[in-house]
T-cell receptor, first 116, second 113 residues
Framework: DAGVIQSPRHEVTEMGQEVTLRCKPI?????LFWYRQTMMRGLELLIY????????DSGMPEDRFSAKMPNASFSTLKIQPSEPRDSAVYFC??????????????FGEGSWLTVV | DQQVKQNSPSLSVQEGRISILNCDYT??????FLWYKKYPAEGPTFLIS?????DKNEDGRFTVFLNKSAKHLSLHIVPSQPGDSAVYFC????????????FGKGTHLIIQP
């Protein structure tokens, strides 16, 4: 059974360019999360969806970031325009249920973003 | 403002000895705690969890202890093995809702032969 699939695995882009990160959650999971990992802040929750509906986007850094989930099997995280401080590893994760109380959150392998 | 704190960025332990990773939290609403393990170039994977109604949960070589009054939890690995070398993230959730997990910054555990 395939896990959470993210693409691209690595992205190097110039400042000001648009970046789109993609995620396919595990089939049947009803929660999808986007996390960002940096040395300074560790793993931060950016946004999460329940049944394709955004529930909490309070972790999204600013208006340059947006996320969508048009259907149960696909989500995107977009940064426009990108800045060097956006360089990080972006993880997508999914779970059946809340992700706690026995419902494990499964992470993808991450998308490594470098903005130069 | 870090609500989950892992104050040791790295920890080196000899193979066969006990590894103790610590985590402190500030939000008294947290009622469920988890540890995730992460290898380089991979996503974090779930390791062990504990509910706030317990003070200990054990799974093989891994034991998590929770001290609610001190808002502190720890992960014990005994005996430590080379494959345990990884980054360990402490995470917490609270309120009973689907609010995702709040993670600490992680502790890089290095098991030395």
């Amino acid at each position: 059974d395939a896990g959470v699939i993210q693409s691209p695995r690595h992205e190097v882009t110039e400042m000001g360019q648009e970046v789109t990160l993609r995620c396919k959650p595990i089939s049947g999971h009803d929660y999808l999360f986007w996390y960002r990992q940096t040395m300074m802040r560790g793993l931060e929750l950016l946004i999460y969806f329940n049944n394709n509906v955004p529930i909490d986007d309070s972790g999204m850094p600013e208006d340059r970031f947006s996320a969508k989930m048009p259907n149960a099997s696909f989500s995107t995280l977009k940064i426009q325009p990108s800045e060097p401080r956006d360089s990080a590893v972006y993880f997508c994760a999914s779970s059946l249920g809340t992700g706690v109380y026995g419902n494990t959150i499964y992470f993808g392998e991450g998308s490594w973003l470098t903005v130069v | 403002d870090q609500q989950v704190k892992q104050n040791s960025p790295s920890l080196s332990v000899q193979e066969g000895r006990i590894s103790i990773l610590n985590c402190d939290y500030t939000n008294s609403m947290f009622d469920y705690f988890l540890w995730y393990k992460k290898y380089p170039a991979e996503g974090p994977t779930f390791l062990i969890s504990i509910s706030s109604i317990k003070d200990k949960n054990e799974d093989g070589r891994f034991t998590v202890f929770l001290n609610k009054s001190a808002k502190h939890l720890s992960l014990h690995i005994v005996p430590s093995q080379p494959g345990d070398s990884a980054v360990y993230f402490c995470a917490a959730s609270g309120g009973g809702g689907a609010d995702g997990l709040t993670f600490g910054k992680g502790t890089h555990l290095i098991i030395q032969p």
